[in-house]
């Protein structure tokens, strides 16, 4: 998921390279062996020709626009997007203001209706994180506030809730911080991604750790789940009093495949695939050129973060001098995370952002976006280009979904043609 819990992992800068020296060249394209029980697929060069690269189209084919949604005039604001088997586009709106509701679109863009509201009952939503299509043709919603899913039929009518999952927690050392319960995303079959929170994990003393997370695979009622195992989250620098995220730190994505899952944390172009009951399958890896966190970069960073704090009306200097004090002495990564986020598409294909950055605010970044493709067996295909100012949420056969963050942040959705 795109949606991040810490202020910094928003930040943005620049897309990485791909390595492409004579070394790289003379190597096969792909090498596959056995590790324990795991495939393991080295990725030296993409495997597409010329002929069969993937290409977005220039222009958007269905563009949904401000306050598309009913009567009111509430300008749209989504969290996340997901297309459903029939094409219908759910958006989960309400990311900072918004609609906190799911607003369902046909595929050409006309509204249909909207699946729960704001509140804290069954069916509505305190700070709806995500919502998606979900086994047969109905649609789920996790709640953040609450820590509850609220299912709904077809048409929007609310059905059930699934509880909070009320899993008993780890901690880390007295004083440092944690993540709370939540659900990633739905499996093919109803169950969901789950994590009873998360605890900051460091060995001894002071120094560098991780925050981090068991995932469950949980129940469609929510009263069964397998663990997973456990996964990192966020990398942290503890002084024995004080927590600080690490800037540039590498932020996880979960992406479900079938009864398995992707995951992906960027600290390297690794994605691995576990199966449903946490097992190995796969590990895909890409020929990745690391960048370095470089003076000019912690410098554009810290320009963009001051200006998303005064682009807020209530914004006061005194709130602009406690966010340049934020950053005083802070610690940062040696280079940028290989990639920002990863999803499955209809057809079944991986698709990683190549980093340019995380979350769902404008970027200080110029020029399209690159994502990988990978295929269901570890085999980069090639890399695919998106229009500049794109966040992809989704993709299918023909058709790329995303959302574009206009002048004084409004927010429109945009599909564009996908030609294979």
């Not at 790289?24 to 394209?29: C, E, I, K």
């Not at 949904?64 to 958006?91: A, K, M, Q, T, Y």
């Not at 969901?192 to 997370?213: H, I, N, Q, S, V």
């Amino acid at each position: 998921m795109r949606h991040l819990l810490l202020f910094t992992a928003v930040a943005a800068i620049t897309a990485c390279g791909t390595a492409n020296d004579d070394t790289t060249a003379q190597l096969p394209a792909t090498q596959v062996r056995d590790s324990a029980g795991a495939r393991v697929v080295e990725n030296a060069r993409p495997t597409w020709s010329e002929d069969e690269a993937w290409r977005v189209g220039p222009e958007p084919v269905v563009r949904i626009l401000g306050s598309d949604g009913g009567g009111e005039n509430l300008l749209l604001d989504p969290i996340s997007l997901d297309v459903d088997p029939d094409g219908r586009i759910i958006v989960a709106d309400g990311d900072q203001a918004g609609w906190d509701a799911i607003l369902v679109y046909d595929r050409d863009g006309r509204f249909l209706f909207q699946a729960g509201r704001e509140g804290e009952g069954p069916g509505e939503f305190g700070q709806l994180w995500w919502a998606s299509a979900y086994r047969g043709d109905s649609i789920v919603g996790f709640d953040m506030a609450t820590d509850r899913l609220n299912v709904f039929s077809p048409e929007g009518e609310f059905v059930r809730q699934v509880p909070r999952l009320g899993l008993p927690r780890r901690t880390g050392p007295p004083g440092t911080m944690g993540f709370t319960d939540g659900v990633d995303a739905a499996y093919d079959d109803g169950h969901f991604l789950a994590y009873p929170g998360g605890w900051f994990d460091l060995p001894e003393g002071t120094g560098l750790g991780w925050t981090k997370r068991e995932l469950l695979r949980m129940a469609p009622d929510g009263a069964r789940w397998d663990t997973l195992g456990t996964f990192s989250i966020l990398e942290y620098h503890w002084d024995g009093s004080r927590q600080r995220q690490v800037l540039f730190s590498p932020y996880p994505f979960h992406a479900p495949y079938g009864q398995s899952f992707y995951y992906g944390l960027g600290e390297s172009f690794e994605i691995r695939r576990y199966g449903p009951t946490g097992d190995l399958q796969l590990v895909i890896r890409k020929e990745h050129r690391r960048r370095p966190v470089t003076d000019e970069l912690r410098e554009q960073f810290l320009l963009w973060y001051t200006e998303q704090t005064t682009r807020s009306v209530q914004v006061t200097d005194a709130m602009i001098e406690r966010t340049r004090r934020t950053f005083d002495g802070a610690p940062w990564g040696d280079s940028l995370p290989a990639f920002s986020d990863g999803f499955v598409d209809s057809e079944g294909y991986l698709w990683v952002e190549n980093y340019r950055w995380m979350g769902v605010s404008r970027a200080p970044v110029d020029g399209p976006t690159v994502w990988s493709v990978f295929d269901s067996t570890g085999v980069w295909l090639g890399d695919v280009e998106t229009p500049p100012g794109l966040i992809v949420h989704d993709a299918t056969e023909d058709r790329v979904y995303g959302v574009v963050v206009g002048e004084y942040d409004v927010k429109e959705i945009e599909v564009y043609p996908l030609v294979r």
